[in-house]
């Protein structure tokens, strides 16, 4: 059974980095591609208004990512650790938003349609 757990949320200023990791205490983490999300504040807090951020395939040779991180956010995966990260660099305030990670099969679609497993989340907040 796969159960995510997000870490690595908190408070930056405007520029400052933050790593998220994606934990899955099953067998088959690799089997899955895993993409993380993102929602708002004040946004519905329904899955389908979750936003795509970016999206690594099970092997791990494929990446994706929404235009508005490209050049900022790197996703990895260390399929021997069972771990997906998000490494956050030069962060914005419209950043701000809880992020989850969840599973796909590959290729990972690039919208929340596919997704399951969902984690609880992590908060991150970007301050000016």
């Known amino acids: 059974q796969v159960q995510l757990v997000e870490s ?9 980095s933050l790593r998220l990791s994606c934990a899955d205490s099953g067998r088959t983490f690799s089997s899955y591609a895993i993409g993380w999300f993102r929602q708002a504040p004040g946004k519905e807090r329904e899955i389908i208004d979750r936003e795509f951020v970016a999206a690594v395939s099970g092997p791990g040779g494929h990446t994706y990512y929404t235009d508005s991180v490209r050049g900022r956010f790197t996703i990895s995966r ?21 992020y989850y990670c969840a599973t796909a099969l590959d290729p990972p679609p690039l919208s929340v349609t596919g997704y399951n497993n969902w984690g609880q989340g992590t908060r991150v907040t970007v301050s000016s």
């Not at 690595?8 to 400052?16: A, H, N, R």
């Not at 956050?88 to 950043?95: I, T």
Request: net charge negative; no cysteine; proline share 3%.
């Open 8 to 16: 690595g949320g908190g408070s930056v200023q405007v520029g400052g």
């Open 78 to 98: 260390d399929n021997f650790k069972n771990i997906a990260s998000l490494q956050m660099n030069d962060l914005k305030p419209e950043d701000t938003a809880v």
